[in-house]
C-alpha cells in the first residue's frame, strides 16, 4: 500500500512491493550483459551504469543515465572512485515501508535503487597469473563494488541484487511474471549469494597477503565453492557434498570428465584423490588400486597393461571393489581384464574407443577421463579437520634423492636394488601408518598399512604376498619410519627381503643394522618420515 507523493518521489512501501523501476550495473565480467541490460529496459526499467558497463551498452544500441548524472558527482582518482557517493547508498539503504526514510529521500531529492547487478574486478584471476606485479594485483582490489553489494544484500526487503550472468534470466523471467516486482524469498536468495561471494572475494584477498607476510597465519580465510553434490557421505546416513578450494588453480575434479557409471560417492573421491596422488609419482606407465583410501596394489611396467598385471597382483582380493588409476590411455586390452573384475571406478587421461565399448557394458562404473595438465601450486597446504579446527601443515611434496640418503650396511645394494627400493619408498608416502611395503620387479608384493605396532605392518605385508602366492626372495622393503626394534627387519629378512630402506633415527639403531649384516641385507637410511595419518 502507498502513500500519495508527487509523480516520480519515493513512495512509502511495503517489503514484496517494490517494483523495479531503477537498476544499477557496473560489471567486470561482461557475459550476458547486454542481454540483461535489453531485457530490463524492455520493461521499462531506467538503467544507471559507470564507464565500461555504460560504453559496452552504448555500443549495443542501449540508453544508460550515467552515475555522474545520478549523483551529481564525477568519477574521479583513475575510476577507483565511481559509485562512493551517499546518494547512492541511501537510494539502497533507505527502508521503504518507513515514513522517516522516505521522507528523508524526498527532502533530499534521492531517487531509490531498486536492482543493483554488480561482479567484481577478477583479483583471483590477476593474482593467478605467472609474473603478475604485486602494483596489478593490488589496482584489481575492488572497493565500490563489495559495498553496492552489501547495502543492497542487507536491504533485500527493498532492493535486488545480482551478482552472477547465471542469475540473470531467472531474474528476468520473474520481473516479466510479476509485473515488475521479485519476490522476498528470490530477493533472500539473491543476498545469500551476494554475502558468499564477497566473502570468497575478501577471503582470496585476505589470503593472497598473508601468505607473503607469514607462512601461517595468525587468520586462516578461506573459501570453498561447491563442486558437487553426493548420494551421501561415508555411511548411507550421512549427507555430503564436494567442494573446491575458491581460487585453486586445480582441484580433484578440475578439467575431469565422467563419460559414463553411476554418481560419485564420497568414498570414491577420497579413494581417488589418494590414487591420483601415488601415481603421479610416475613418469612411465603406471598403474595404482586403492581400496579404503590405502593403495592395495601398485607399481610401473614398460606397458599400462603391464603395469596394471603387476599391480593386482599384489592384492587381487581387496582390489575387489577398487579405484583404478592409470597415467596411460586404457586399451581395450586392459579395459577387458578390467570388465572381468567388480571395479567401483577407472580413471586415466584417455579411453580407445573400442576400449570404452568393453567398459560401458558394466552400468555402475564410473568412468572418468582426466584432461588436467595444470599442477598444483607449490605453496598449497594441507589442511585436516579436527573438533573445531584445523590442522593445517606444508604438503608432503619433494623427492627423496638417493643423493641424501646414506647406506649404513656393510652391504650396498647393486643398482638394480636402488631402483626396487626407491620405487618402494615412493609407493610408502602414500599409505596409512604405520606403513611397510614389499616390492619385487618394480611392483608391490605386499602392503602393510595403519596398523599400531610396526612389526604388524611387516606381518601383514608378508601375509599378504603369501597369499597372493608371490615369492619374496630378493625383495626391497620400505618403512615410512623407523624401525624401534630389529625384530621388524628381521621378519622380512626371514621372508626373503634383501634390501631395506627406512629414515633411522631411532637409539636402537645400530641393533637393527647389526640385525642386517648378519643376514648379508642391504640397508639404506633416508633421514626423512613419510606418516601418513
Given amino acids: 500500500m502507498a502513500e500519495t507523493a508527487e509523480p516520480g518521489a519515493p513512495e512509502v512501501t511495503a517489503p514484496g512491493e517494490v517494483r523495479v523501476r531503477r537498476a544499477l550495473l557496473t560489471v567486470s565480467d561482461k557475459r550476458g550483459l547486454v542481454d540483461f541490460a535489453r531485457g530490463l529496459a524492455a520493461l521499462g526499467v531506467e538503467i544507471v551504469s559507470t564507464g565500461g558497463t555504460a560504453r559496452e551498452l552504448a555500443g549495443a544500441g542501449i540508453e544508460t543515465r550515467s552515475v555522474e548524472g545520478y549523483t551529481g558527482f564525477p568519477e574521479i582518482l583513475d575510476g577507483r572512485v565511481k559509485t562512493l557517493n551517499p546518494r547512492i547508498y541511501a537510494g539502497l539503504l533507505a527502508i521503504r515501508s518507513d515514513e522517516g526514510h522516505v521522507g528523508t529521500l524526498r527532502e ?45 544484500a542487507k536491504n533485500h526487503a527493498f532492493a535486488a541484487v545480482v551478482v552472477t550472468p547465471e542469475s540473470y534470466d531467472a531474474v528476468l523471467e520473474e520481473l516479466k511474471a510479476n509485473d515488475g516486482r521479485i519476490e522476498a524469498r528470490t530477493r533472500e536468495a539473491l543476498a545469500t549469494e551476494a554475502f558468499s561471494y564477497t566473502a570468497r572475494y575478501d577471503a582470496a584477498i585476505s589470503r593472497w597477503f598473508a601468505e607473503r607476510e607469514e607462512d601461517f597465519p595468525g587468520q586462516q580465510t578461506r573459501s570453498f565453492t561447491k563442486v558437487l553434490d553426493l548420494p551421501y557421505g561415508e555411511n548411507p546416513h550421512q549427507r555430503a557434498a564436494y567442494y573446491a578450494d575458491a581460487g585453486a588453480r586445480t582441484h580433484l575434479l578440475s578439467m575431469v570428465s565422467k563419460l559414463h557409471g553411476k554418481e560419485l560417492s564420497f568414498n570414491n573421491l577420497l579413494d581417488l584423490d589418494a590414487a591420483r596422488k601415488l601415481v603421479g609419482e610416475f613418469e612411465v606407465p603406471a598403474a595404482v588400486i586403492v581400496k579404503h583410501n590405502n593403495p592395495c596394489g601398485a607399481a610401473v611396467g614398460t606397458t599400462v597393461e603391464q603395469a596394471f598385471e603387476r599391480a593386482l597382483a599384489t592384492d587381487p582380493v581387496s582390489a575387489f571393489g577398487g579405484v583404478m588409476v592409470f597415467n596411460r590411455p586404457v586399451s581395450r586390452q586392459l579395459a577387458e581384464q578390467l570388465h572381468e573384475m567388480f571395479i567401483e571406478l577407472v580413471f586415466a587421461p584417455a579411453y580407445d574407443d573400442d576400449a570404452l565399448a568393453v567398459l560401458q557394458k558394466k552400468e555402475n562404473v564410473r568412468i572418468l577421463v582426466d584432461h588436467e595438465r595444470r599442477v598444483p601450486t607449490v605453496t598449497e597446504q594441507d589442511i585436516k579437520r579436527v573438533r573445531g579446527g584445523l590442522l593445517v601443515q606444508d604438503r608432503d611434496l619433494g623427492a627423496d634423492m638417493r643423493e641424501g640418503m646414506q647406506v649404513v650396511t656393510e652391504r650396498k645394494p647393486t643398482e638394480a636394488e636402488w631402483g626396487e627400493l626407491l620405487f618402494a619408498w615412493k609407493v610408502c608416502r602414500h599409505v596409512r601408518s604405520n606403513a611397510i611395503v614389499l616390492a619385487k620387479d618394480l611392483g608391490t608384493a605386499g602392503i602393510g598399512a595403519g596398523q599400531m605396532s610396526r612389526v604388524d605392518s611387516v606381518r601383514i605385508a608378508v601375509e599378504k604376498a603369501a597369499a597372493a602366492d608371490l615369492d619374496l626372495t630378493g625383495s626391497a622393503m620400505a618403512s615410512d619410519a623407523f624401525f624401534p626394534f630389529a625384530d621388524g627387519p628381521a621378519m622380512a629378512i626371514e621372508a626373503g627381503v634383501q634390501t631395506i630402506m627406512q629414515p633411522g633415527g631411532s637409539r636402537r639403531d645400530p641393533e637393527v643394522v647389526e640385525a642386517c649384516d648378519g643376514a648379508g641385507v642391504a640397508m639404506v637410511f633416508t633421514s626423512r618420515r613419510h606418516f601418513r595419518h
Fill in 108 to 152: 533530499q531529492a534521492i531517487e531509490p535503487i531498486d536492482l543493483v547487478c554488480v561482479n567484481l574486478y577478477p583479483f583471483e584471476q590477476v593474482a593467478g597469473r605467472r609474473g603478475v606485479s604485486r602494483e596489478e594485483v593490488i589496482e584489481n582490489i575492488d572497493i565500490g563494488g563489495p559495498a553496492l553489494i552489501r547495502a543492497s
